[in-house]
């Protein structure tokens, strides 16, 4: 489905990694102190950004009922009842069917009527 999931890659503000090898004595112990000064020096290792290159456009309905009423049988005994109703329809797009990913065929599953090979 179409949704971000900012922990996945570097995230939405980006990272970076320090390599604590390349302040270290070659064959000694490396500390996080070493990652420290690679990071002075302004050396990286690696870098990162997450981007999300498809819009967030997911429209969502949710319904819900509830009716309750009390009622006195007896001067001591009150009774409460309810009963709740909940629907939660799937998450349509503004511009297209929502799609999922069939586990079974492995296959994308547009609007269950179109699927879409991988």
């Known amino acids: 489905m179409d949704h971000w ?7 939405p503000r980006g990272s970076f990694t320090f390599n604590r ?9 490396t500390t996080d102190q070493n990652a ?3 990071f002075l020096l302004g ?4 870098m990162g950004k ?8 997911t429209k969502e309905w949710q319904h819900g009922l509830y009716i309750r009423d ?7 005994l009150t009774l409460t009842l309810g009963l709740r109703w909940e629907y939660y329809p ?5 511009n297209r069917p929502m799609e999922y990913l069939d586990l079974e065929s492995f296959q994308v599953v547009l609007d269950n009527n179109i ?4």
């Not at 050396?43 to 690696?46: A, G, N, P, R, V």
């Not at 799937?90 to 503004?94: D, T």
């Open 43 to 46: 050396f990286q290792s690696s």
């Open 5 to 11: 999931q900012p922990d996945v890659g570097g995230g």
């Open 21 to 29: 090898e390349m302040t270290s004595v070659p064959g000694a112990f």
């Open 36 to 38: 420290w000064a690679t």
């Open 115 to 118: 699927s879409v090979n991988h």
């Open 90 to 94: 799937l998450l349509r797009r503004l």
């Open 70 to 76: 009390r009622w006195q049988a007896l001067p001591g």
């Open 50 to 57: 997450t981007l999300q290159w498809e819009p967030f456009t």
